[in-house]
């Protein structure tokens, strides 16, 4: 049967809908990432910084529950419910988030309530890949992945630019009473995400048609049809999947993600600890480094596509992990010369601050500063609280750049061939479920991450925390070689067509 003009043309525009959906998931987790905190502290002073963690957390473990739940669904009914309903709680969950100011009491946990619902929704992200595997041949397959996890990775980095461009209507805001609205930079954020979700419920109603096809590119009717398309091939699941290989892929993409988690989470203290930058000054490089990995994760998002077509997504993949292996090895401490030492707070008394190391100027460097007696200042170091300070050598500049740069190229090279190999290995049996549990195990190691570095890295330090990560790569590393044969596509596998 061969695909009409018409069909091919409203299966991509779904899958653009598709690109959408994923677009708007994490726009909706990083559009308040930099604004949590100030306004936790603005509507409920009982809160401390241990609550955040669990405000930021609760994000991921709501999607984590969701997406296998979501999954499941879209198997046996028409995407469209799933994907309606999903995004239908995260626009709940947006306005929620802007009315936590208020109750008079246990504004936080609100908060937290408004956050993980908000993670929930985002669990259609298994909906969505296991519509674009379903809907591609094998071989758009790659370049339909590569493209949404493009789209996700644009979402991330443009959150915090919308979170920006809010911040000029001020803390203050406009108090709409009549609908008991405080509109300001916390809240215009969100409302704005709503915006975009109620935007994008209506295209999926209007756009959106279930679409399947073969590994051929020829289309058939599946269990989740609502009806289009009458005149389809029936589809063909005979053949078992091979469990071992999907195991195996659900591993590899948790320490994938894991790797990047903590890299995410240890930027900021490593960076204070190292070079004695301030916390203003941490996030603000941190920010503009993270923003520079986004653009090089969309341009290597955008070459793989191409790449793949000539080495195959196992290649690729196995480069890509020992990218990143490279990447948190370059992290060692090395040499003699230690970071600068934080021994004491900074109380009512003057106290010359000594200038960071030379290979921090200019850019980085601060002035020598005299305080005034009646003044005090943020102290700055290696706090001799965390004992490996006193004897762990300093990371130089050009390591941790150099680190981020490799990570940058590693990490979206590993992301994409993780989801292309395991929807190429599942075939053309309902993937949602299989997809729910992928993005599940992501969402743990994005909890996970940012536990071990508060562990590990606060009470070893990055000697062991670097190590640690080198040897679950390395293990990671052993895995893919183990499996590297079953690593191929369902219709390869059973003889239906040639690798």
């Known amino acids: 049967v061969v695909e009409t003009q018409e069909h091919y043309k409203s299966r991509w525009r779904s899958i653009w809908i598709m690109y959408l959906t994923m677009f708007l998931s994490s726009v909706g987790f990083s559009i308040v990432i930099m604004s949590v905190w100030p306004y936790l502290q603005k509507i409920d002073p009982t809160a401390d910084a241990s609550f955040l963690g669990w405000i930021i957390a609760s994000y991921s473990i709501g999607q984590m529950v969701a997406s296998p739940l979501f999954g499941l669904w879209s198997n046996y009914r028409p995407r ?34 408004a956050r993980a619902l908000v993670g929930f929704g985002a669990g259609n992200v298994a909906v969505v890949r296991s519509y674009i595997a379903g809907a591609t041949s094998l071989t758009e397959r790659t370049s339909a992945m590569a493209n949404t996890s493009a789209c996700q990775a644009i979402g991330f980095i443009l959150g915090p630019v919308f979170q920006t461009c809010f911040t ?17 930079m916390y809240t215009a954020p969100v409302l704005f995400g709503a915006l975009l979700g109620v935007i994008n419920i209506i295209l999926i109603f209007a756009i959106f048609r279930e679409h399947r096809v073969d590994d051929m590119g020829r289309q058939y009717k599946s269990i989740n049809s609502d009806g289009e398309g009458s005149d389809v091939l029936d589809q063909n699941t005979e053949g078992s999947i091979d469990h071992v290989a999907v195991v195996a892929l659900n591993i590899l993409f948790f320490v994938i993600l894991f790797v990047f988690a903590v890299f995410e989470t240890i930027a900021t203290p490593l960076t204070m600890d190292m070079y004695s930058w301030t916390r203003k000054q941490a996030v603000f490089y ?25 080495t195959g997504e196992r290649a690729i993949l196995h480069a890509g992990l020992l990218i990143v292996l490279v990447g948190f090895f370059i992290l060692l401490p090395w040499g003699k010369k230690l970071p600068n030492i934080q021994w004491q707070e900074i109380k009512n008394n003057t106290i010359p601050r000594t200038a960071p190391s030379e290979m921090l100027a200019p850019f980085w460097s601060l002035p020598e500063l005299q305080l005034p007696s009646n003044h005090t200042a943020e102290p700055v170091g290696c706090p001799v609280t965390q004992s490996w300070c006193l004897n762990t050598p300093l990371i130089y500049l050009a390591q941790y750049i150099s680190s981020d740069v490799l990570i940058g190229l590693g990490y979206p090279v590993c992301n994409v061939m993780s989801y292309t190999l395991y929807s190429k290995v599942l075939g053309p049996k309902p993937q949602g479920v299989y997809m729910g549990w992928l993005t599940a195990s992501g969402s743990g190691a994005r909890i996970l991450g940012p536990v071990f570095v508060s562990q590990i890295y606060t009470h070893l330090g990055p000697r062991w925390a670097f190590s640690l990560i080198c040897g679950v790569v390395v293990v990671s590393l052993l895995l893919l070689e183990i499996v590297y044969k079953r690593l191929i596509a369902f219709s390869v596998r059973y003889g239906r067509m040639q690798e």
């Open 168 to 184: 000029l209507i001020g803390e203050e805001g406009v108090t709409w009473k009549f609908l008991c609205l405080q509109l300001n």
């Open 80 to 113: 469209r419910e799933p994907l309606v309903v999903s995004t239908a709680i995260s626009v709940a969950a947006n306005c929620l988030y802007a009315y936590v100011h208020l109750p008079h009491a246990h504004n936080k946990y609100y908060m937290l309530t």
């Open 286 to 310: 941190n920010g503009i480094i993270l923003s520079a990995i986004g653009i090089e994760s969309v341009i290597v998002f955008m070459v793989v596509k191409t790449l793949s077509k000539k």
